[in-house]
């Protein structure tokens, strides 16, 4: 018995339910899919479509939740215990998927399945978010399970009803950056068992290079903004959190600050290239913490 739920915001979604769908229909297994739209303006007639499918079912609120509160609700919305969250600019990329899921349903209390990406690079706008996805995002689950809660990751998740229920998704976030970090270290404090395997779901949905980039300088200001992620415990599991802390440690800040600001517009325009570095990209949000520290 299997609820995937789907937090969705202005994306055609129709191809990945069908696909779903199918495969739950194909492992005879209970199933509904619940696609909850967070406010979209865009692709509501198509998504609408979903409802002609069978067990599937698409609600609109009529008010931006957030992406935590959205996942919140759907949860709460669920018939059955065992609980599939999926991203909406997700890919099928497996025939088998749903079926690898079944297999091990009930072994763990949460089972994370992982991220791919395009083999194909994208046109030069998107390139930045599948390059960083690519390298940063794609461990294979041997090494995923090595740190299970550091590698959490929302995008393509099972996870047990009551489990979610009680310690649901903090719905101060309401906008891009370590949320799924939030999420495993309240998994560890509580000694939630998580299981990480090889059964991914392509991301689709890549922002443009500037969009990113912003998401990325947003998501370090949460170190400043959020009480929660300057506390020791949270600093050890965010790695950039970590190195502005010994560089402030050190005194370092107003150098490291110092050298952002002469050299952003060449890193933004690497970063914005065919030829991205991750060093570089690294030491933007570094230099950009240091930044917003000093003022």
């Not at 899921?101 to 998107?126: E, F, R, T």
Request: glycine share 4%; hydrophobic share 40%.
């Amino acid at each position: 018995m299997l609820s995937i739920l789907i937090p969705e915001y202005n994306y055609n979604c129709t191809k990945l339910v069908s696909d779903l769908a199918a495969q739950c229909k194909g492992a005879n297994v209970a199933y509904e899919i619940i696609v909850l739209d967070d406010a979209s303006t865009l692709y509501i007639s198509e998504n609408q479509k979903i409802i002609e499918l069978s067990c599937c079912h698409f609600v609109k609120s009529e008010q931006n939740l957030g992406s935590a509160k959205v996942r919140n609700e759907l949860a709460k919305m669920a018939t059955y215990p065992h609980l599939l969250m999926i991203d909406c600019d997700a890919e099928v990329c497996n025939k088998d998927f749903i079926q690898r899921y079944l297999d091990i349903m009930g072994q763990h209390q949460v089972i994370i399945g992982g991220v791919a990406y395009q083999h194909k690079a994208p046109s030069i706008n998107h390139y930045l978010r599948w390059f960083y996805g690519k390298n940063r995002e794609c461990p294979a689950a041997v090494l995923r399970n090595q740190n299970p809660y550091k590698s959490v990751l929302s995008f393509n998740l099972m996870i047990e009803k009551d489990v979610l229920l009680k310690y649901p998704y903090d719905e101060n976030f309401t906008d891009y950056g370590h949320e799924d970090s939030v999420m495993g270290f309240t998994f560890r404090k509580a000694g939630i068992s998580i299981l990480h395997i090889d059964n991914t779901l392509i991301h689709n949905g890549l922002d443009l290079n500037e969009v990113f980039l912003a998401k990325s300088l947003k998501a370090v200001e949460k170190y400043f903004t959020c009480p929660v992620f300057q506390s020791k415990e949270m600093v050890e599991e965010i790695k950039i959190f970590r190195a502005f802390e010994k560089v402030r440690d050190l005194g370092l800040c107003r150098i490291i600050a110092f050298k952002y600001r002469v050299a952003k517009k060449v890193i933004v325009h690497n970063l914005c290239g065919k030829h991205p570095s991750m060093l570089l990209f690294d030491f933007y949000r570094l230099g950009y913490m240091c930044n917003y520290f000093l003022n």
